[in-house]
């Protein structure tokens, strides 16, 4: 036992302890720190920046809120900065909770709440941009949370993480926040190197213990200690059916009405399973089952928005309830209160019923389709508890405080814009570290629905994997280009992109390429030795056989490119009347244009066939120019609706082709000429002539030395590929700033000073106040005068197309354009069109073309029409509307700063007030759902309870859950959601 000095000691340490600010931060908290968080907070109070690295729910940010306490203590400022607005909004009032609201300040862009507090909540894209404008709200900042800082990764935004931490004052120290990563080491000595001392603490510990389980049928198996039995279980169910593990037929008939579980079609359109496939249990009966073996609450992820929504429907057809009598009151009075300030026709437009109806029964769905307000309203009745399911797309688990008792993975595979993938060990460790909840729960459960081809080995592989390395996603944008070299020059902006940490891990990866080249040289030469042929130089006779191949190739191409654009060119001359022979597609053969070519990406064109159907013909239905084969009056009104017009006109074709009547004459769009073809062709007989004499042509091993040459050439090509990463990886960022460099100098934008260094022009200086994809672009527009001489609704439809990306493969066709824009969006498109093909000349990626899908509803929004009319025909969901339109008022906020035009900086602002209403705006009340319940908890219809007597809640705030451009989440949903 310890002897009375050693107690007294101790006794002395602690009360010395006490005095510190860590001692008193420790005092003023009601759970004792863990090992982690108090090294961390050690670390930052002896003056290191630290990187913390833990999982998800193990309390990281109590070092965050540390730091605000030693800002506090010091009298210097805390910035808390978060990857998401959703995030800040939260994390702003945990912070006003803890340190009174006059303290504590918001700034996400669209809202600006005591921006000069002492505590400020900010995205970091916020940071950033007063990083750049050298702002006075800088002054006194001591300390800098970057929370969730693993989103540097992330391809569209990251980069704005390493800005910030480049550009920050050395005085600042920085708490990094981060989940789990393998090289949290390499980034730790990155930011020691760019930032001074910084300690690195890395936790695996979960607070909470995760269980890991397999749902195959209803029986609930445990992954790591029953992978018999699971298998056992599996072919009992591709055997015999899911019925077997008592799954209740009822029940699979209710369910199979919203189309869940379909097997292969059976006679007159029912469903019945596949022999050998497994079905997954339906989800009602999953929920079931966990809220029998007391799971709930869940979220339950499905990577797709349109199945999320289906999956409440399908537990409602079922009569799942969840709740009891007082919590379905609790909740109708909550969501009355909330949505009191929302139109009832705009309620009915968002499906209000269905989704009130889901959330009484404690279920509820979840992603960016749905109108922020909505999702608020699930993230608070779940954090409340009265919520048990969450239905929820990938969104969810970035952040968002909704911690469950369980989580629940439909699926391993998701849809990733492109095909469906597996996803990737941190994906799922991220998934399933929402489930346990931290002073609530003794253990968490991650469940995986057994699906077809499923191993329980490799799925427990991937929940035991813990190798996630980051991976910088960095690289310089026209916008960071023009501030940089604006602030520091080139030389000391070159400096600060190669101090990034994209150059840092490319530094680090030489050295491994190298090695693997020397390996590789030493292939080559064995394959150089096989490949040797008794009668000539083979690698010689090789490579002129591709050389020939490569020709023949080149020269259909090119005929075809040259039809393709004669067939564009002749198109585009076209009138209404002119009759036409389509080759091949839908309805070959003559065909009536009945409408102006409408000009887009690529040109379309309305015609009538002989069959009396309505189509639309591009250059793919043609060969080469089109030219009228004869004429046919087209009525003044022609619409084509009816098939009584479109038989009278087809009538009218089959009539001008008897009579043969004399096309008009069309003047040929261009003078082709056909040397090059001529050439190629020349130099293909010449090619094929010094193939077949070739001494090597004759060689009986010819085929042998090719297999040779083949391998040869393959691993030549990787050697040589190695090589460039070599060469492109040192001092990589640097020649990508370069190159916008010689870019932005091509367009006037940076100019030379006598002693040749560049610098910004004033036609550049718009681009520093430009953020986002298509910033160019939009400084292009500006100075070419798009903007000039709009109404404000007018302007807000002419802005969309160059911040709207919407979820299809190409630009959707338009007969008119709101406001006469029509020409404006065709010199846009030029605009685009040049600025591609200079990014093309210097090697840079594409600016995205712009996108006309927002014009309309956005135009009839700012026209002051309903949610349901804005919406009419655009197949844009609620909630992608409102995101788009906040990031239009961020864009023509961006836009009213950039111009030096009065005229055009009023016509922003008033352009954002139209828009700027109802949906847009209308924000959660964060108030206790139990307050909207009258003594009776009689609030069960929408309509009744205190608001009835008290009025709408006060105005509040606008949110948004995602700074992200629309469509791209960072999930991309299943095909039924696009």
């Not at 309390?59 to 203590?73: M, S």
């Amino acid at each position: 036992m310890p002897g009375f000095a050693d107690q007294y000691l101790a006794a002395k340490a602690r009360q010395e302890h006490l005095k510190t600010p860590l001692g008193r931060f420790e005092s003023s908290l009601d759970f004792r720190l863990d090992d982690f968080q108090q090294e961390a907070c050690q670390a930052l109070q002896d003056g290191h920046g630290v990187l913390v690295a833990a999982p998800t729910g193990a309390g990281k940010t109590v070092v965050g809120e540390f730091a605000v306490f030693l800002a506090r203590t010091q009298g210097t400022k805390a910035f808390y900065t978060t990857p998401i607005k959703a995030l800040s909004n939260q994390k702003y009032r945990d912070l006003a909770a803890l340190h009174g609201a006059e303290n504590v300040g918001l700034l996400t862009g669209d809202i600006s709440i005591n921006p000069e507090a002492p505590i400020t909540v900010m995205t970091t894209e916020v940071l950033r941009n007063m990083l750049y404008a050298q702002s006075d709200t800088l002054d006194r900042l001591g300390y800098v949370v970057m929370d969730e800082v693993h989103y540097l990764a992330d391809r569209f935004r990251g980069a704005v993480w390493e800005e910030v931490i480049i550009h920050l004052p050395d005085s600042v120290s920085i708490v990094s926040l981060s989940a789990t990563i393998s090289n949290a080491e390499e980034f730790g000595q990155w930011l020691d190197t760019v930032r001074g001392s910084t300690r690195v603490v890395v936790s695996e510990h979960r607070p909470v213990p995760l269980w890991q389980h397999v749902l195959v049928g209803s029986h609930l198996y445990d992954l790591f200690s029953d992978d018999t039995t699971i298998s056992r279980a599996a072919d009992i169910v591709r055997r015999e059916g899911a019925d077997s593990l008592a799954v209740n037929p009822d029940l699979l008939r209710a369910t199979s009405r919203r189309g869940y579980g379909r097997g292969k079609r059976g006679p007159r359109g029912s469903h019945r399973p596949g022999p050998s496939r497994i079905r997954r249990a339906p989800r009602p009966v999953v929920l079931r089952e966990m809220d029998g073996a007391g799971l709930l609450p869940a979220i339950y992820f499905i990577f797709s928005r349109a199945a999320c929504d289906d999956a409440v429907s399908q537990c409602i057809d079922y009569d799942l309830r969840l709740t009891d009598q007082r919590q379905a009151q609790l909740i109708r009075a909550y969501i009355a209160e909330a949505t009191a300030g929302v139109e009832l026709k705009d309620l009915r437009v968002l499906g209000f019923d269905e989704w009130r109806e889901g959330l009484t029964r404690g279920i509820a769905s979840h992603h960016a389709g749905m109108l922020p307000l909505f999702k608020e309203i699930v993230e608070h009745l779940f954090s409340e508890g009265l919520v048990k399911v969450v239905f929820a797309t990938e969104t969810l688990s970035l952040g968002i405080n909704m911690p469950a008792r369980s989580v629940v993975l439909e699926k391993l595979a998701k849809f990733n814009g492109e095909q469906h993938v597996d996803i990737s060990p941190g994906e799922y460790t991220q998934l399933t570290g929402r489930a346990g909840r931290r002073g609530i729960d003794v253990e968490g459960h991650a469940v995986v629905l057994w699906n077809e081809g499923m191993d329980a080995k490799s799925i427990a592989g991937l929940a035991s994997r813990r190798t996630y390395p980051l991976y910088s996603s960095f690289k310089p944008t026209y916008n960071m280009s023009v501030n940089l070299l604006s602030q520091f020059g080139a030389e000391r902006t070159r400096s600060i992109l190669e101090s990034s940490f994209a150059q840092f891990q490319a530094d680090r990866s030489v050295v491994s390429l190298a090695g693997k080249i020397r390996r590789q040289e030493k292939a080559l030469a064995g394959y150089e030795r096989s490949m040797t042929c008794h009668l000539g130089d083979y690698v010689e006779y090789a490579e002129l056989k591709y050389a020939l191949n490569q020709l023949e190739k080149k020269t259909s191409r090119d005929r075809k490119l040259a039809n393709r654009s004669a067939a564009e060119e002749s198109l585009q001359l076209l009138l209404p009347g002119d009759v036409v022979d389509v080759p091949w597609g839908k309805s070959p053969g003559p065909a009536v244009v009945v409408a102006k070519p409408e000009l887009g990406v690529s040109v379309r064109v309305s015609v009538v066939t002989m069959s009396a159907h309505l189509r639309h013909v591009t250059a793919r239905d043609f060969s080469g120019e089109v030219e009228p084969v004869s004429r046919a009056r087209v009525p003044k009104h022609f619409t084509g609706r009816t098939p009584q017009e479109r038989r009278d006109m087809s009538s009218r074709v089959r009539d001008a082709l008897a009579e043969q009547r004399p096309p008009r004459e069309v003047s040929t769009p261009r003078q082709r000429t056909f040397g090059t073809v001529d050439r190629d062709r020349d130099e293909i007989q010449r090619l094929r002539g010094l193939v077949e004499s070739h001494p090597c042509h004759g060689c009986s091993e010819r085929e042998d030395h090719a297999r040779w040459f083949h391998r040869w050439t393959k691993l030549r090509r990787e050697t040589d590929a190695l090589r460039r990463q070599v060469d492109s990886r040192t001092n990589t960022i640097a020649q990508r700033f370069e190159q916008i460099l010689r870019l932005l100098e091509e367009y006037g934008y940076i100019r030379r000073t006598t002693a040749g260094a560049p610098e910004l022009a004033p036609i550049g200086e718009p681009l520093r106040k430009l953020y986002g994809e298509r910033d160019l672009l939009i400084a292009q527009a500006l100075n070419a005068g798009y903007f000039q001489g709009l109404d404000s609704a007018a302007l807000c439809a002419a802005m969309t197309p160059l911040i709207y990306t919407g979820k299809r493969d190409e630009t959707p066709f338009l007969r008119t354009y709101p406001a006469d824009l029509g020409g404006r969006v065709g010199e846009l498109h030029g605009l685009w069109s040049d600025l591609t093909s200079a990014e093309r000349r210097h090697r840079l990626p594409e600016t995205p073309v712009p996108d006309v899908g927002l014009m309309w509803p956005l135009y009839r929004w700012a026209r002051g029409d309903s949610l349901a009319r804005s919406l009419e025909g655009s197949g844009l969901v609620a909630g992608d509307f409102v995101r788009a339109t906040k990031q239009a008022i961020d864009a023509l906020d961006q836009l009213g700063h950039a111009t030096g035009d009065p005229h055009l900086r009023a016509g922003a602002e008033a352009a954002i007030r139209l828009i700027k209403r109802g949906v847009v705006v209308h924000e959660l009340d964060s108030a206790d759902p139990a307050a909207y319940a009258d003594e009776s908890g009689a609030a069960d219809a929408w309509g009744g309870g205190p608001w009835a007597r008290d009025g709408a809640p006060p105005a509040a705030e606008e949110t948004d859950d995602d700074d992200r451009p629309a469509g791209e989440d960072p999930v991309e949903e299943d095909e039924d959601a696009r």
